[in-house]
Each structure stands twice: as structure tokens, then as C-alpha cells.
């Protein structure tokens, strides 16, 4: 429980107005005790037990009695995952990573489909069913758009771009690139 | 078992896989009978929650029939029929006690600041969700609620998150008697909080949105008087200035969140470069279209980091700021009767029946407000 450095009552003109009515809290607390002054000392629930790896907020000091145990930590994505939780909720160094794992999560997720043999079915995936039937012409907009920033991009880097890089790659040109 | 499944930003399949099991004395496995997609599925689905990981199934608001309990499980049995609050929640802890339902401090290992939630990243505790044709129940003498007698599964299933936040998005707007209340959003959440608005006694309910479908439904459903941002006006805070006698409205509700259009650089920076929390357009707007010492109510959600909000307009409006996940438990007795006495009716906001097996054109469907859709219901095999 938390200590009291200072003895309110020794502080001259303590709680001299209080109101209890200034509670901006209600009513979405409705119950209000402020058993929470108290510290971390309810009575716990049973406690779940970790059968798989299950990464915890610094800011607290054990597990929570429950959680859920989707999709442990793997990978790539996992040590990136582990390293944030290095961190405090209150640090980029927390958050930005998990970002960072998410994408490098979703190729993982990719390469997985294509180890067990089946190549993502993109086009279900991403529901363009429905969007074939309410909004073709979005769709279509959609893909072309997408084509052809692609298309630009293989173009550019396939010549102006691509000598550019032969210059300064050229040991690496033949092993990385086909022609 | 059948159970949607997570890949990446905009990509979702259904797919086979374990069957849940009990992992905890107080846990529950329900067989899943009806499962929403909600605005709040759509920050998972375009990958913009930290944490959300490849290969977890979504889904926090469903209903179904218990199939198995743990030994500690006292109050439910093997058959019910219950209603599942999307927060977890262990009804023990210092919030819980307090009625803080959403802020559980028992139910998330992952994060502080968010209590544990179905199938909502591992943000939220990394549980799979609902969107599955069975789901492992935590707390289940706590949680779950017997669906009560005669009442309409489609009014049930939105009784675990739309009904009561919308509810709990008019109560934290602080309304009295007489108010004028802006609702940013029109979707099924704003069109909830639009209508219960008026329960708590406002004297004029507004609600602006892009979309112009959703708006010709909140005209007729909250009832309310409505505006498309795009189309109506140039700059929606000096036209609800205009509108409200130049002092602006007493309560604006945010019931938009990350993903929210109409400013470019909020869009830019919120949805496509993630250099925020999501885009802030809708906040933003409620602060500056409140009334100076006036109320902004927030359940619009945001993600962990940070975001671009006017707070010195905060300061120099005197303004409250109310925000919260609804604690569905606290509010449900009273929404019940709500529902029962046809005071709401939750079930017109259906527009939608998707077999599980089309989970990503649901995705799609909701996401891109394609075919008029509200709210989409995937309505599992055994149930259909
Ligand atoms: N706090 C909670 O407990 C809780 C629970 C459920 C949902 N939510 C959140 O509520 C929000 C709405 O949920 P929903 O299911 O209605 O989602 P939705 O995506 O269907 O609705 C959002 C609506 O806002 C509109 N919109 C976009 N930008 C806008 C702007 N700048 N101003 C006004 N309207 C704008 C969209 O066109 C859309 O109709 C989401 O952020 C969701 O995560 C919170
Ligand atoms: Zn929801
Ligand atoms: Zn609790």
C-alpha cells in the first residue's frame, strides 16, 4: 500500500472544504469509495496460468488474473514485440516498435500461408466480392491507381534509377538482380 | 471451428481452427449464435492499433449459448443463453467495485490504461474474439447476462456494445433539460447516442456525418436534424456557431474516432503516415464547436499514443472533457428495460446478414459504407 509521507491532518486547514458533491465522476462511478486510495490490495481473482509466453505492461507487477493467450509472441515480430515491453506505456520506444512488429508481422504472416502450401487468396481477403458488387467502379479506380504507381515504380527503377544504382552496386548487380 | 482471422491491414478470411478451451476456473466457452463488425473493428482491420497481431480472430460483440464452464462458475449453466459484454471484466478489483466496468485492472496484462476487451488487439489483452463460432468467456460469473425472455436476438447482440455506449456517450455529455447536443457521427454508435440524447432531456439533437445514407436514417430514427460536412457547409464549427446563436452547443459528442475524414492533414498524419493516434478531425471540431464551460463527451476511440487536439481551446473554454470504453455491465438492467418497453429499439439498425464464411466482404461492406450499410451481423451456420 502506499505510504503517507505528510499526516494530512497535521497540515494546517486540511479538508476545510472538501465537497463531495464536486464529482464529475458520477455517474459513471456510482459506487464511489475511493477504495482505490488503498493501494493494489482487493482480493484477487484465481490466477490464470501462463501457458504460453504472455509479454506484461512494466507498469504493473504481475500478470492480470485473466488474459487472453491469442497468437504469442513468434519470429521477428516477437523479438521486436519483446523489446517493447522493455518500455513504460508512457514511451514511444513501447509503441513505435509494436507498429514496427505488425508490419513485419503481416509478411511473416505470408510466408507462413506460402510454407504450408497455400498462396493468400488476396482479392477474398480484402472483401473486393463486395466491392465487385456495390462499387466496381471504385474498384476499378482503386487497381488502376495501384497498377500504375507500380508500373511507374519497376519503370524507374528498371532504368533511370536502375543505372543510377548499377554505378554504385556494382559488385552486388549480378547476385541481387536479373536482368 | 470456423473463425475469422487476421492477416494485415484491410485483410480477413475465415478460416479453421482449435476449438477455445477453458483456461480459468471462472471461464465459459459459448458457441457463438450472432457476432457485429463495429466501428471499432475497423482501427484493427486498417492495422492502425499497436500490437494487433497476425492470426487473431476480432470480435466483441456477440451472443450465443453456454457450451461448457469452469469448476468456479456458479451462475451460469450449460445451456443459457447469454448476452456478453464486450469489456471483461472481474467485478472485484478497485474499478470494478466502483462501477468502471471498462477499466478492469484484472482483465489486460498488456496495458495500463485499457481494460481487457474481446478480440481487440493484444493492446486489450490478446484474447480472441466473437467472430468465431465458439469463444472462451473470462469472468463468466460476472460477465455474460441471460438473455431475457422474448427478447429479439438482433436487439440482444447490440446490447453488448452499441446500445450502452451510445447511451453512455448521451450520460457523460452531462445534458440538462433543454440542451442543445451535437453528435459528430452517424454511424451505429452516433445514431444510438443521438437518440438517446433526448432521454436525458435535450432540447435540440444535431448530427453531422459525410455519409448521406446514415444521416436520412438518424433524421427519422433519434430523431434528429442533420447535416453532411461536405456537402452543407465549408467549416462545420462556424456553421454549428451559426446554428446555435453564436455560442455554440452546450454538449458535442464524439462518437467518430480514429478514423474520422474531413481534414487533410488530420488524415494524413493520423491514418496514413501514423504519426499519430489516428486522425483527431471529430475531437478537434467538438472542442471548438462547444459552448465555453460546456461538456465534450468521447467515444470515439483513439489509439495509445498521442493526438493533435486544440487543448489550450480546453483551457481557455473552461471546458469537461468525459470519455470512456462504456461499461456495458453498469448500464445494462436499465437499457434492458429500455429495450423491453420499446423505448429503444436497437434491432433497426441491422442492415446486414453475413455468413461467417464472407467475413472480409462484411469488412469490406461496413468499411466502405457500401450497399447502405449500418450495422452488419455475421450470423453463424448452426444459427442461421
Ligand atoms: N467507447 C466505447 O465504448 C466504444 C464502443 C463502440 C464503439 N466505439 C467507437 O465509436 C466510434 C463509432 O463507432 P461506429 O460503430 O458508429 O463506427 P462507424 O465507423 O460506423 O461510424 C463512424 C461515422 O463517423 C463518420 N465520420 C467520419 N469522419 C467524421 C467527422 N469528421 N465528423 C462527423 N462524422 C464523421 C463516418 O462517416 C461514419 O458514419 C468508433 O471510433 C468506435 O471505435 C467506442
Ligand atoms: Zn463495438
Ligand atoms: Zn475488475
Given at each position: 500500500?502506499q ?20 464529482d464529475?465522476?458520477y ?30 505492461s512494466?507498469?504493473?507487477p ?33 509503441w513505435l ?43 476499378v479506380?482503386r ?5 500504375a504507381v ?21 559488385h ?8 | ?29 459459448v ?34 449459448e ?5 469448476s ?47 478480440g ?15 469463444v ?195 448500464l ?15 434491432k ?23 450497399d ?8 453463424m451456420?448452426?444459427?442461421?
Amino acid at each position: 500500500m502506499q505510504k503517507h509521507v505528510i499526516d494530512p491532518k497535521s497540515v494546517p486547514g486540511w479538508g476545510i472544504d472538501a465537497d463531495p458533491q464536486n464529482d464529475p465522476t458520477y455517474p459513471m462511478k456510482p459506487n464511489r469509495t475511493d477504495v482505490e486510495q488503498q493501494g493494489y490490495t482487493w482480493e484477487r481473482p484465481t490466477q490464470q496460468p501462463a501457458d504460453v509466453e504472455v509479454l506484461h505492461s512494466i507498469e504493473r507487477p504481475n500478470l492480470s488474473a485473466v488474459f487472453g493467450t491469442a497468437s504469442p509472441p513468434v519470429g521477428l515480430s516477437g523479438m521486436i514485440r519483446r523489446w517493447a515491453f522493455r518500455w513504460s506505456e508512457n514511451e514511444y520506444n513501447h509503441w513505435l516498435p509494436l507498429i514496427l512488429a505488425d508490419r513485419v508481422n503481416v509478411v511473416e504472416g505470408i510466408i507462413e500461408d506460402i510454407a504450408h502450401g497455400k498462396f493468400p487468396n488476396i482479392w477474398k481477403e480484402k472483401g473486393y466480392n463486395a466491392s465487385w458488387k456495390h462499387d466496381r467502379t471504385g474498384l476499378v479506380l482503386r487497381l488502376a491507381a495501384f497498377t500504375a504507381v507500380a508500373g511507374g515504380l519497376v519503370l524507374w527503377l528498371s532504368a533511370d534509377g536502375g543505372k543510377k544504382k548499377a554505378k554504385r552496386q556494382k559488385h552486388y548487380r549480378g547476385a541481387y538482380y536479373e536482368e | 471451428m470456423l473463425a475469422m482471422d487476421y492477416r494485415g491491414p484491410k485483410r480477413v478470411r475465415a478460416v479453421q481452427k482449435p476449438m477455445p478451451e477453458i483456461k480459468h476456473p471462472e471461464d465459459a466457452i459459448v458457441k457463438v449464435t450472432r457476432s457485429c463488425i463495429c466501428g471499432s473493428d475497423l482501427h484493427l482491420y486498417n492495422g492502425n492499433v499497436p500490437d494487433t497481431r497476425v492470426g487473431t480472430t476480432f470480435g466483441h460483440e456477440f451472443i450465443g449459448e453456454v457450451v461448457e464452464v469452469g469448476s468456479e462458475v456458479t451462475k451460469l449453466k450449460v445451456g443459457d443463453m447469454v448476452l456478453v459484454p464486450f469489456n471483461i471484466a472481474c467485478g472485484r478489483c478497485s474499478f470494478c467495485q466502483q462501477g468502471l466496468f471498462g477499466n478492469c485492472h484484472e482483465s489486460n496484462p498488456m496495458a495500463t490504461a485499457v481494460g481487457g476487451i474481446f478480440g481487440y488487439s493484444h493492446t486489450a489483452g490478446g484474447f480472441h474474439g466473437g467472430q468465431a463460432e465458439y469463444v472462451r468467456v473470462p469472468y463468466a460469473n460476472f460477465g455474460p447476462t441471460v438473455i431475457p425472455e422474448g427478447m429479439d436476438p438482433d436487439d440482444a447482440v447490440l446490447l453488448t456494445d452499441v446500445v450502452p455506449t451510445g447511451y453512455q456517450a448521451a450520460e457523460m455529455a452531462g445534458i440538462q433539460p433543454g440542451d442543445t447536443v451535437v453528435v459528430f457521427g452517424a454511424g451505429p454508435v452516433g445514431i444510438m447516442a443521438a437518440r438517446c440524447a433526448w432521454l436525458f432531456g435535450a432540447g435540440r439533437v444535431i448530427v453531422l456525418d459525410h455519409v448521406d445514407y446514415r444521416l436520412e436514417f438518424v433524421k427519422h430514427y433519434a430523431p434528429a436534424e442533420v447535416y453532411n460536412f461536405k456537402t452543407d457547409m465549408q467549416d462545420p464549427v462556424l456553421f454549428l456557431k451559426k446554428q446555435t446563436d453564436w455560442l455554440g452547443a452546450d454538449c458535442v459528442i464524439d462518437a467518430v474516432g480514429a478514423e474520422a475524414a474531413g481534414d487533410v492533414l488530420q488524415t494524413i498524419t493520423g491514418r496514413k503516415l501514423l504519426v499519430q493516434a489516428g486522425s483527431a478531425t471529430a475531437v478537434h471540431w467538438a472542442i471548438n464547436s462547444v459552448k465555453k464551460g460546456g461538456i465534450v463527451s468521447i467515444v470515439g476511440v483513439y489509439g495509445p499514443t498521442d493526438n493533435l487536439v486544440p487543448i489550450g481551446n480546453v483551457l481557455n473554454k473552461g471546458l469537461t472533457l468525459r470519455a470512456n470504453q462504456a461499461s456495458v455491465k453498469r448500464l445494462l438492467p436499465r437499457l434492458i428495460e429500455h429495450v423491453q418497453n420499446g423505448v429503444i429499439r436497437p434491432k433497426e439498425l441491422i442492415t446486414h446478414r453475413i455468413p461467417l464464411e464472407e467475413v472480409a466482404d462484411g469488412y469490406r461492406l461496413f468499411s466502405d459504407k457500401l450497399d447502405n450499410c449500418i450495422k452488419p451481423v455475421l450470423v453463424m451456420d448452426s444459427a442461421r
